[in-house]
């Protein structure tokens, strides 16, 4: 899924009504989102949905829209978990790498 439509030219775009199938049911989705933004993001949905719903045996759709939220919750968080390491990553070696050009630069001076 691309992030960048879910908005066009950094305004909110008019809201329009895009219908999506999500786990054999239509939904009308109001938003200012790219309308493809949103079929995509419905598809994803969807598939998880699917994707646990053949895993497992007589439950109802209400227990795998649950299931399918804590998975897609638990990947959102591990992701933004890893962004914020390798930020704090590239904080520490930015800050590493200024320290010794600080102190070429003195050595350089003297």
């Known amino acids: 899924m691309n992030p960048d439509r879910r908005q066009t030219g950094g305004a909110s775009r008019p809201a329009s009504v895009v219908t999506v199938n999500i786990f054999g049911v239509d939904y009308a989705v109001r938003g200012g ?5 949103i079929k995509e ?29 804590l998975q897609m919750t638990d990947q959102l968080y591990s992701e933004r978990r890893e ?28």
């Open 33 to 37: 989102a790219d309308p493809e933004y």
């Open 41 to 69: 993001v419905a598809a994803h949905v969807d598939r998880v949905m699917r994707d646990i719903a053949g895993r497992t045996k007589n439950v109802s759709a209400t227990k795998i829209a649950v299931l399918a939220a």
């Open 83 to 110: 962004k914020l390491r390798d930020q704090r990553q590239i904080a520490e070696r930015t800050d590493s790498l200024l320290s010794r050009l600080d102190q070429t630069l003195l050595e350089v001076v003297e």
